[in-house]
Every structure is written in structure tokens, then in C-alpha cells.
């Protein structure tokens, strides 16, 4: 099977996510997945991204352009990129691949 791909950067704009070290999670969030669209596009994979701008999106919007990007199909795998602040040492990196049927 082919898979479309749909890049999402957690939170933007108003909803900044979480903080620390002087690192913003939304910023980081969207240079990650900025960087992924990029390189899907290059090595021919359909793909389209939820924002590639700091905007905010309300959780119903955002799920509206998930589904309006290729539709609601086995095909479609999201991700949705977060990072998570921890409370140790080092950090986390959440990837959250999901295919989203009705
Ligand atoms: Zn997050």
C-alpha cells in the first residue's frame, strides 16, 4: 500500500505547549515537522502539513485539516509531532502515528 502522509506541529500560536530550557515546544515542534515535509516531498512521498506557520488552531480545526488532507482512508498515516518537557534529565520526543478511520 502507498500511505499519504500527514504532518501535524503540535500546538502554535496562542498555545505555546511546554517549556523549558529556553526551548518552546510549538517552535520546535514546527521546525520538526517542517523538516519531515521536506523530506517526504523530496523522496516523492505524498504529504501535506497541518500548519508550516506559528498559528493557532483550535482542536477542531486541526482535525478538520487532518481529514481534509487526503480524506479519511487506510492509506493516510498522521503525525502528530510533540515534545514533551520530562522531569529528568534529557529530554522526550513524542511521535504519535495514527491512521484515523470513522
Ligand atoms: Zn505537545
Given at each position: 500500500m502507498d500511505y499519504k502522509?500527514?504532518?501535524d506541529a503540535g500546538h502554535g500560536g496562542d498555545d505555546p505547549g511546554a517549556s523549558g530550557n529556553g526551548i518552546i515546544e510549538k517552535d520546535l515542534n514546527l521546525k520538526i515537522s517542517n523538516y519531515m515535509y521536506d523530506r517526504f516531498r523530496e523522496l516523492?512521498?505524498?504529504v501535506k502539513i497541518i500548519r508550516s506557520t506559528d498559528e493557532t488552531i483550535s482542536p477542531t480545526e486541526r482535525v478538520d485539516r487532518v481529514l481534509d488532507a487526503f480524506g479519511?482512508?487506510?492509506?493516510?498515516?498522521v503525525i502528530s509531532n510533540h515534545i514533551n518537557a520530562g522531569g529528568g534529565e534529557g529530554q522526550s520526543v513524542t511521535n504519535k502515528c495514527i491512521t484515523i478511520k470513522a
Open positions: 502522509i500527514v504532518i516523492g512521498v505524498p479519511n482512508s487506510d492509506d493516510v498515516v
